[in-house]
């Protein structure tokens, strides 16, 4: 097992599904964490509409960190990808291969971002 400080998104993989078996005891189906994986974006949402937003902080949420919250959406993704055999490091690549054709010149050329 490597260290946690230096892990990559196929060992996030590993470590995930490794904490599931063992602690976790098993997954909880695709649908359940589907459902999870909304639950814990919207904790996201929340905390970035009252640090970022104009919604003002509930005494609730003062000691939520950011972090923390995206760890949480990530961890559920992974979930759901180790569930469903999506290895992530190789969706990422298709995914930048993707971007870098069809928004090649894109973002260069929106006026809304000079």
């Not at 972090?67 to 490091?89: P, R």
């Not at 969706?91 to 260069?108: G, P, S, V, Y």
Request: glycine share 4%.
């Amino acid at each position: 097992m490597k260290n946690i400080d230096e892990i990559t998104i196929s060992d996030a993989q590993e470590l995930v599904d490794h904490w599931i078996k063992t602690v976790g005891v098993r997954y909880f189906n695709e649908l359940t964490n589907t459902a999870i994986l909304m639950e814990e974006v919207g904790e996201l949402a929340r905390i970035m509409a009252r640090k970022f937003g104009e919604q003002s902080f509930k005494e609730s949420d003062r000691d939520k960190d950011l972090g923390d919250e995206m760890a949480d959406v990530l961890w559920v993704l992974i979930c759901l990808a180790n569930q469903t055999g999506v290895d992530l490091t190789e969706a990422l690549k298709k995914n930048f291969e993707k971007k870098n054709i069809r928004d090649k010149d894109r973002h260069r050329n929106n006026e809304k971002l000079k």
